[in-house]
């Protein structure tokens, strides 16, 4: 059993922070994708999960599943039974509504680390269950989940955008290590700056994928996840390694009839993949010229046929 965090009542009357004693009582507020996943591995780490809610047909699939030993009741009970840690794992435009309604009803327990696990807000939103005298805590996994029980196996190694008060960093980073994780701090502040960059680079990767997969299918092509994957996982690996040293293709080159065909063929075949083929042929060849991999005056016929192609398409 690994170390871990608790908070007794005495503790929380000379609000001291937790220290890495015993395992936790914790509760799961929202049992999708993540909370489900991350209660799990909670568990395995040694700590007990005593309640959880959901309200789907999913959730409860996996509260039986990934988390046989909670009892599945709604949100107040699941708070006031958390009296170590609470996890709060919501839409996060659902945050603050459901952290005051907690408020409201009183299902805070003094003491107790509240801890949310969306990346776009900070500790800031938590402030109604601090005003209650509980501990605010930001805990972003910066993996994508799918609810099931492999996830478990996926969060080895990864990072985690953590936010908190400087005297609860003890019991964040020793939370992240039971979660075999590794600690980033992220100011309040930036907390959006640091989601938009997740998303941006994951969660349009995955449709950047499909659109590149759809085309090729309309090119014919009988398994484009066969001639997509070696290079898009080269390519992957090799802008983690080299950054901006790593572009290649017509844009990076200044290609600029090669990119003229494409947008030209696109037109006719997925008009709806324009725009998007233009931003990024745009930011690509702003990003090869500051990196010297492409000169202005090279890039002078590209910049023209990608401004055309804008305007044609209303969006000069």
């Known amino acids: 059993m690994s170390a871990s965090l608790r908070t007794s009542p005495a503790a929380a009357t000379r609000a001291r922070p937790p220290v890495a004693t015993h395992p936790l009582t914790i509760g799961v507020l929202g049992a999708g994708r993540v909370g489900a996943v991350l209660g799990a591995a909670l568990v395995r780490a040694g700590h007990r999960v005593v309640a959880a809610s959901g309200r789907s047909p999913q959730s409860t699939s996996r509260i039986a599943t990934l988390l046989p030993d909670a009892s599945h009741v709604g949100a107040v009970e699941v708070a006031r039974a958390?009296?170590?840690?609470?996890?709060?794992?919501?839409?996060?435009?659902?945050l603050g509504p459901t952290v005051a309604h907690l408020a409201e009803e009183g299902a805070f327990v003094?003491?107790?680390?509240?801890?949310?696990?969306?990346?776009?807000?900070?500790?800031?939103?938590l402030h109604p269950?601090?005003?209650?005298?509980?501990?605010?805590?930001?805990?972003?996994?910066?993996?994508?989940?799918?609810?099931?029980?492999?996830?478990?196996?996926?969060?080895?190694g990864i990072s985690y955008g953590v936010t908190a008060p400087e005297e609860l960093r003890p019991f964040a980073q020793a939370l992240v290590r039971d979660l075999g994780g590794t600690a980033e701090w992220v100011p309040d502040a930036d907390r959006a700056l640091y989601h938009a960059a997740l998303a941006h680079g994951a969660n349009h990767l995955v449709t950047l994928v499909n659109e590149s997969l759809d085309r090729l299918r309309d090119a014919g092509v009988a398994y484009p996840e066969r001639v997509l994957g070696p290079l898009l996982r080269a390519a992957l690996e090799n802008a983690l390694t080299l950054g901006d040293a790593a572009l290649t293709g017509p844009v990076s080159r200044g290609d600029a009839g090669t990119v003229a065909r494409h947008l030209d063929t696109l037109a006719v075949v997925a008009p709806e993949s324009v725009p998007s083929y233009l931003a990024l042929a745009r930011r690509t060849a702003d990003r090869a010229i500051a990196a010297g991999?492409?000169?202005?005056?090279?890039?002078?016929?590209?910049?023209?046929?990608?401004?055309?192609?804008?305007?044609?398409?209303?969006?000069a």
Not at 82 to 94: K, M, R, W, Y
């Open 82 to 94: 958390a009296t170590d840690l609470l996890v709060i794992s919501v839409p996060d435009d659902a």
């Open 110 to 125: 003094p003491g107790q680390v509240v801890a949310h696990t969306s990346g776009a807000h900070g500790i800031g939103i």
């Open 293 to 315: 991999r492409l000169t202005p005056a090279a890039a002078e016929p590209l910049l023209d046929v990608l401004g055309r192609a804008a305007a044609l398409d209303g969006r």
């Open 129 to 156: 269950a601090v005003a209650r005298g509980t501990r605010p805590l930001a805990l972003h996994p910066a993996m994508t989940f799918t609810g099931r029980r492999t996830d478990i196996e996926r969060l080895a």
